[in-house]
């Protein structure tokens, strides 16, 4: 399959992240609405033969950092007393430090993923000290509901918060995408409407807007060897899923589009899914699915919960 890298430049605050899955919604609303609803369930139909996998959008240049094996007992001490220059409480608060962390560079990784393991990865840390991406700020935003029959405000209890998320200016983010199924202009189109109409929750109010920048991808990081994969997505596991490490992150989704504007109710059956970072054996291949049963009116909708994966040697498993 074809593969693309998308640069999302945030032109407004955000207040739903950007995941994998609801960037394909995203993307499913405007394949409907360019081609038609037939056109769309025809696609969805004959997924497996014609798939897209993506990843969540991430920092420019940054990779979700993989869940393996940490250290322990002796290692885990040697480690902290390198980390430490000899000190090992400086070398315990640095261990402590680095767990906290989500994300690691794609030089850091090149370097890195013939033979993965996060001692190797805290030391590099430790030569690079100021290596780590741009975050985007929380910011609370105040909302009052609308009593629609007065066109005012109820007297209490109206009041509510949203947070949203503040990239800071320039801020690039990064999707990978492996298809065989849209082209680079179909892609670049499909994306751009997304971000002129805008991206997730109160999109209607000016929120979720972004540039998009659609080129082939040409780089290493798909086609290197390795018997385990580093998921790129907020992706679905099973016990079919070989010696598999991740974390979880329960998915609460909305319906959209002209779903969200009739009688249907708006709320999807949660979803438990793997983060981005986790790791399996395998050697390519779709892995994850294509959820059915995710809405309890719509049997037609689906979840996106395919794993979009770099190939890399485990040296802990």
């Not at 038609?36 to 240049?61: H, K, V």
């Not at 801020?171 to 082209?183: G, K, M, N, P, Q």
């Not at 708006?266 to 790791?279: D, S």
Request: glycine share 12%; charged share 25%; hydrophobic share 35%.
């Amino acid at each position: 399959m074809q593969r693309y890298r998308l640069t999302l430049t945030p032109q407004a605050p955000v207040a739903t992240p950007f995941h994998s899955g609801t960037l394909f919604g995203h993307l499913c609303w405007a394949y409907r609405y360019r081609h038609g609803e037939a056109a769309l369930l025809e696609w969805l139909e004959t997924f497996r033969e014609r798939p897209l996998l993506l990843s969540d959008a991430m920092p420019e240049g940054y990779l979700p950092r993989p869940v393996v094996a940490p250290p322990a007992g002796e290692r885990r001490e040697a480690l902290a007393e390198r980390l430490g220059r000899g000190d090992l409480v400086e070398g315990y608060k640095r261990l402590k430090q680095y767990k906290k962390r989500r994300w690691i560079s794609e030089r850091a990784w090149e370097a890195l993923r013939d033979g993965y393991d996060e001692g190797a990865l805290y030391e590099h840390w430790l030569r690079e000290e100021g290596s780590a991406p741009p975050t985007a700020a929380a910011q609370v935003r105040p909302h009052n509901r609308i009593d629609r029959q007065r066109a005012t405000t109820p007297e209490s209890g109206g009041l509510y918060f949203v947070e949203t998320r503040v990239y800071p200016r320039g801020a690039r983010l990064t999707v990978y995408v492996e298809t065989d199924a849209l082209d680079e202009t179909e892609l670049a189109g499909l994306f751009g409407d997304v971000g002129h109409w805008g991206y997730g929750r109160d999109a209607s109010s000016g929120l979720g807007r972004f540039r998009v920048e659609v080129r082939p991808y040409e780089g290493s990081l798909f086609d290197h060897p390795g018997s385990r994969r580093l998921s790129l997505s907020h992706g679905a596991i099973d016990g079919s899923t070989p010696r598999a490490r991740y974390r979880l992150h329960t998915h609460y989704g909305r319906l959209g589009g002209t779903f969200a504007q009739d009688d249907t109710s708006p709320f999807k059956r949660p979803v438990l899914l793997a983060e981005p970072g986790a790791t399996f054996d395998g050697a390519g291949g779709l892995a994850g699915a294509l959820l059915q049963g995710v809405h309890g009116e719509r049997p037609e909708i689906r979840h996106h919960a395919f794993h979009l994966t770099l190939p890399f040697t485990d040296a802990t498993a």
